[in-house]
C-alpha cells in the first residue's frame, strides 16, 4: 500500500528584509556619465597644441577667455545632461511604484470581495472560516477512527493532508469520485471507508447538529476556497516579484493584515497539501510570515500538529513577545 508521503522540512529561516539602494544603485548611472563625459571633455589636452610647451604661447591669451568659456560649458552641460537622466530615471521609477501600487490596491480590494462573498444565510465573509476549521477538525476525528479502525498508522502531516483533501473536495455524486482518486495513495479500501462513512446522510445530519454548522458537512468547499486561495497567491505572488526597490514585507503585511486568525489557520492547514504545495514551493510563507498571528495554543501539538517544528523559533507573534519580555 502506497501512503508514505515525505516529511516536509522546515522552511527557511530569511525573512523578507527590504534593504535601502546602496550609493551606485542610486547615482551609478549618474556617476559614469559624469566621470565618462569629464574624461572626455579633458582629451582635448592631450593634443599637441597643449603638449609642445609647459605654459599656454603669450600669442594665443586673447583666445584663452574663449577656451575658459567653452570648456566650462560643455561641464556644466555634462551636469545638466546627468540631471535630465537623473530626474527622467526618479520619474520612470515613481511611475513604476504607481502602476504597482494601482494594481496592488485593486487586488486587496478583490480579496475583500472574494471574502464577503461567500456564506451562509448566518455566517457570511470571515465568520464562515470559523466554521470551516471547526468542520477540518470534526473530519480529522473521523479520518483518525476510519484509521484506527483498520489498524493504519499516519503522521500528524498526513492526517492533516487527508483531512483537508475531504474539506476541499468533498463527498457527493461528482465530489466522491474525487476525492477516492485523491486519497488513492493511502489506500483503497481506507479511501472508500472515508468516503462512504462521510456520504451516509444522517451522519452528515447528526454533525450538523452536534456541531451547529449553518451547512451541511462534508460536501466540499471547492468552490469557495480554490477561487480564494489562488486569488491571495496571486496577490503575494505580485509584491513578491516585483524588481523596484519597495518594501515588499510591508506590502504583503497589509494583505496579512487581512487574514483572521482562522483563516491564517487553513492557510497553514492548505500548504500542508498537495493542493496548497506552490505556497511551500517558492516559500512565501516562511519569507512574509504570512501565519504569524496564530496563536500558541490554536494547534494541539499532542493531538493535531507541532505548529512550531515547521518555522524557525522566532517566526510567530507569541515568540516575539516572549523574546521581549525575557
Do not use: C
Not at 37 to 56: Q, R
Not at 95 to 116: A, G, P, W
Request: glycine share 4%.
Amino acid at each position: 500500500m502506497e501512503n508514505e508521503i515525505l516529511k516536509r522540512k522546515p522552511v527557511d529561516s530569511r525573512y523578507e528584509v527590504f534593504k535601502e539602494p546602496n550609493w551606485w544603485q542610486k547615482w551609478g548611472l549618474e556617476a559614469f556619465i559624469i566621470l565618462g563625459g569629464l574624461a572626455t571633455i579633458n582629451l582635448i589636452f592631450f593634443a599637441n597644441a597643449y603638449t609642445e610647451t609647459d605654459t599656454v604661447n603669450p600669442e594665443n591669451a586673447a583666445q584663452l577667455g574663449d577656451f575658459v568659456g567653452g570648456y566650462i560649458g560643455t561641464i556644466f552641460t555634462l551636469i545638466s545632461v546627468v540631471l535630465l537622466v537623473s530626474t527622467l530615471k526618479n520619474q520612470i521609477e515613481a511611475s513604476r511604484i504607481e502602476k504597482f501600487e494601482n494594481k496592488y490596491f485593486e487586488l486587496i480590494k478583490m480579496h475583500r470581495e472574494n471574502v464577503t462573498e461567500f456564506g451562509t444565510d448566518k455566517y457570511n465573509g470571515k465568520k464562515l472560516f470559523v466554521l470551516i476549521i471547526r468542520e477540518f477538525r470534526l473530519i480529522q476525528k473521523i479520518v483518525k477512527e476510519v484509521a484506527t479502525d483498520l489498524s493504519l498508522s499516519f503522521t500528524d502531516e498526513q492526517f492533516f493532508s487527508i483531512s483537508y483533501y475531504v474539506l476541499f473536495i468533498g463527498v457527493g455524486p461528482n465530489s466522491s469520485r474525487m476525492l477516492l482518486k485523491a486519497l488513492s495513495i493511502y489506500g483503497s479500501n481506507f479511501a472508500s471507508t472515508v468516503e462512504k462513512k462521510l456520504n451516509d446522510e444522517e451522519t452528515k445530519d447528526r454533525y450538523k447538529k452536534e456541531r451547529n454548522l449553518e451547512y451541511t458537512p462534508f460536501e466540499g468547499h471547492q468552490s469557495r476556497l480554490g477561487h480564494y486561495f489562488r486569488h491571495l497567491f496571486q496577490a503575494i505572488s505580485y509584491v513578491d516579484d516585483q524588481k523596484t526597490y519597495i518594501n515588499k514585507y510591508d506590502y504583503v503585511k497589509t494583505i496579512r493584515a487581512q487574514l483572521t486568525t482562522h483563516e491564517q489557520a487553513l492557510l497553514f492547514i492548505n500548504s500542508l497539501s498537495p493542493i496548497g504545495k506552490s505556497w511551500n514551493d517558492i516559500k512565501l510563507i516562511a519569507r512574509y510570515k504570512l501565519v504569524k498571528n496564530i496563536p500558541e495554543d490554536f494547534f494541539d501539538p499532542q493531538k493535531e500538529i507541532n505548529l512550531t517544528s515547521y518555522f524557525p523559533s522566532d517566526y510567530f507573534e507569541w515568540q516575539e513577545n516572549q523574546t521581549a519580555s525575557s
